[in-house]
């Protein structure tokens, strides 16, 4: 496993972006809403910068195994009511860009008075989606990264950097 963006290289790109979100939503109450699981810390470091009065809510969206993508599933059991709200979405990582553009299809049927989303990483030269996130932490080659809520088979949510893993890190993959 391998360092690729540092703790304190984290903590620079999310207080800016939380200064571009201040900045850009001008202090009006806000609909926080956290795709699980990937988005747990980055969503606890990001509303812990955001000087407004604002809800959090959360959906999953799953669509990995391993680290190869697979169908993509979206549930919207635990997602509050966003019908005239201004929301922003948070999730951990655009690749190909796939699953936001699909939960934002998604909450748009719920008719919020607002959409914006935010990322902690994205990834160059991946995206297959029209729409891009509205506001971006880091920018990353294309390597699968591990840590600060991204997992590989749902393990190594808990590091505290964004890693790359060696192929000695990855357990046996499924046959294709
Ligand atoms: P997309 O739909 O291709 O944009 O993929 C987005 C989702 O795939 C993210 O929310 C992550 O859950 C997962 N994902 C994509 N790339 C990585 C990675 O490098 N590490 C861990 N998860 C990833
Ligand atoms: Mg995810």
Do not use: C, W
């Amino acid at each position: 496993m391998k360092v690729l963006i540092t703790t304190e290289e984290i903590a620079a790109a999310i207080e800016r972006l939380a200064s571009e979100v201040r900045a850009r939503e001008s202090g009006k109450p806000l609909t926080v809403i956290a795709v699980m699981t990937g988005s747990i810390v980055f969503l606890a470091d990001l509303i812990r910068k955001l000087d407004v009065p604002l809800r959090v809510g959360v959906i999953q969206a799953r669509s990995y195994s391993g680290t190869s993508r697979g169908e993509l599933s979206v549930n919207l059991d635990m997602l509050p009511e966003i019908t005239g709200h201004d929301v922003l979405l948070v999730d951990d990582i655009f690749d190909t860009g796939h699953t936001l553009q699909e939960v934002i299809q998604l909450l748009q049927g719920r008719s919020p008075r607002s959409i914006r989303s935010a990322v902690l990483v994205r990834k160059l030269g991946k995206q297959q989606v029209a729409i891009s996130p509205d506001y971006v932490g880091l920018e990353i080659p294309d390597v699968f990264v591990v840590g600060y809520g991204l997992d590989y088979n749902d393990t190594y949510r808990n590091l505290p950097y964004l890693a790359t893993l060696e192929s000695t890190d990855l357990g046996p993959q499924p046959a294709p």
